[in-house]
């Protein structure tokens, strides 16, 4: 069972920045795709951002994109969501969550946004976007 431990939320004022991280314990080959999902209160679960292994293939959500950028240092086996021209509407608890190696994750290639696809998550790290 692959472990997944979130860090680096905390009060962001509008207009700022922030760098999530997310240490994954295992070995890279353990999983297909990393996925960052964020839950306000009172709303679903939202797909943020992935990254495949099968060439690295990333995916945003149209939310986020241009905002946001997932990177990975393989060394760590650590996954960053850098998050930049924050507003209070991105205020939520922040997950990160890996996606089993399958057959049927093989043969699609890309990673997904929903979160039925991944089976191992993080414990969450909570980001305010407040003045």
């Known amino acids: 069972q692959l472990q997944l431990v979130e860090s680096g939320g905390e009060l962001v004022q509008p207009g700022g920045s922030l760098r999530l991280s997310c240490a994954v314990s295992g070995a890279t080959s353990d999983y297909h795709a990393i996925g960052w999902f964020r839950q306000a209160p009172g709303k679903e679960r939202e797909g943020l951002s992935c990254i495949s292994n099968v060439g690295s293939q990333t995916k945003y959500a149209d939310s986020v994109k241009g905002r946001f950028t997932l990177s990975r240092d393989n060394a760590k086996n650590a996954v960053y969501l850098q998050m930049t021209s924050l507003k209070p509407e991105d205020t939520a608890v922040y997950y990160c969550?890996?996606?089993?190696?399958?057959?049927?994750?093989?043969?699609?290639?890309?990673?997904?946004?929903?979160?039925?696809?991944?089976?191992?998550w993080g414990q969450g790290t909570q980001v305010t976007v407040s003045a």
């Open positions: 969550a890996a996606e089993k190696v399958s057959v049927a994750a093989l043969l699609r290639g890309d990673c997904e946004l929903t979160s039925d696809h991944y089976s191992s």
